[in-house]
């Protein structure tokens, strides 16, 4: 029992939890931009966009799940699917905030451009924390899945979770 009290980790704050989301998510994302640019010289961009994308997710959660939320373990498939659907839209929010600038201006600035592509997608990234906290790397979830379970009569199959999978690479080593 002490064993297990000393491995389970204290979930940190909310302001902890933002700054490691920043940073982590931040510095793959500018690692992101670099590999896009390099692997497009073999592929074409839209691809390369889309492979490194696809990984670059996968790297982020992974990071999230086990420094972010103080979860210190690989990222379960259910987390790997809900982070990328908010990473969905969060793109979609993006996508919208430039789609109605070029609807309201014919020809807008880069520097306007810019600001509403950066304010979206602030607003975008902050709205995507709020999500991976509360819902994603929500620490109280297995318990109260768990409860659920237990208030159903016998009679009814309860799906279980098979164990938490995440790309092998990422987590041999854990």
Do not use: K
Not at 20 to 37: E, I, K, N, P
Not at 73 to 89: E, I
Not at 118 to 126: Q, R
């Amino acid at each position: 029992m002490d064993t297990a009290r000393s491995r389970r980790r204290m979930a940190p704050g909310a302001l902890a939890s933002f700054v490691r989301f920043v940073l982590c998510g931040g510095g793959v994302g500018v690692a992101s931009s670099f590999a896009v640019t390099a692997v497009a010289v073999w592929i074409p961009w839209a691809l390369a966009n889309a492979l490194i994308t696809a990984g670059s997710t996968l790297l982020a959660t992974e990071l999230h799940a086990r420094f972010t939320f103080g979860a210190g373990r690989c990222a379960t498939r259910r987390q790997h699917v809900q982070s990328a659907g908010s990473a969905a839209a969060a793109y979609a929010v993006t996508c919208a905030a430039m789609f109605a600038l070029h609807q309201l201006w014919a020809a807008p600035g880069a520097m306007l451009e810019q600001a509403v592509y950066l304010s979206a997608s602030g607003l975008a990234g902050a709205g995507r924390f709020a999500v991976l906290r509360l819902v994603v790397f929500a620490r109280n979830r297995p318990r109260a899945a768990a409860a659920v379970s237990t208030a159903r009569p016998a009679h009814v199959a309860v799906a279980r979770d098979p164990a938490p999978t995440a790309p092998a690479v990422l987590c041999r080593a854990a």
